[in-house]
């Protein structure tokens, strides 16, 4: 006889997973997700977290303060930066280009090597001046979003 947790047809019943469960299954099984970015949910979920995109905060002014979360999608240290490391951080609006200078580095490397997301805060700067298009952040924090 069928079981109370399963249909007549023998296949048990599963509770639909949330947004944001399945985007994580779209991303752990094909490394994309048409159903949305991670941190347009967990922005939903986490309160807490800074709602600044990454899109806003590559409009706030030169020499500006600020926070944001995000997937860390690449990281580099080139042999020739001093310690230095680059990394990109990835939302649901674009991508934000980070700097992390080696004490900073070196302060937070643990939590790299252990998690994905994160909110960074630092210092933005442009490349070409207060009124250039390119922008980076200069990082003096990392917390893991957990």
Request: charged share 25%; net charge positive; proline share 7%.
């Amino acid at each position: 006889p069928p079981s109370a947790d399963a249909p007549a047809g023998g296949a048990p019943l599963f509770a639909p997973l949330g947004a944001l469960e399945a985007i994580h299954t779209d991303y752990r099984s094909f490394g994309a997700s048409t159903r949305g970015h991670p941190m347009q949910e967990l922005r939903r979920l986490r309160p807490d977290l800074p709602q600044l995109t990454t899109a806003q905060a590559k409009s706030r002014g030169h020499l500006r303060k600020l926070a944001v979360s995000g997937l860390v999608i690449v990281m580099q240290r080139p042999p020739t930066a001093k310690g230095t490391c680059f990394a990109t951080l990835e939302d649901e609006t674009g991508f934000l280009d980070l700097i992390l200078k080696k004490e900073v580095y070196e302060r937070h490397r643990e939590l790299f090597g252990a998690h994905s997301f994160f909110t960074i805060s630092g210092m933005l700067q442009r490349s070409g001046g207060k009124d250039s298009h390119s922008a980076h952040l200069l990082v003096d924090r990392v917390v893991a979003v957990e």
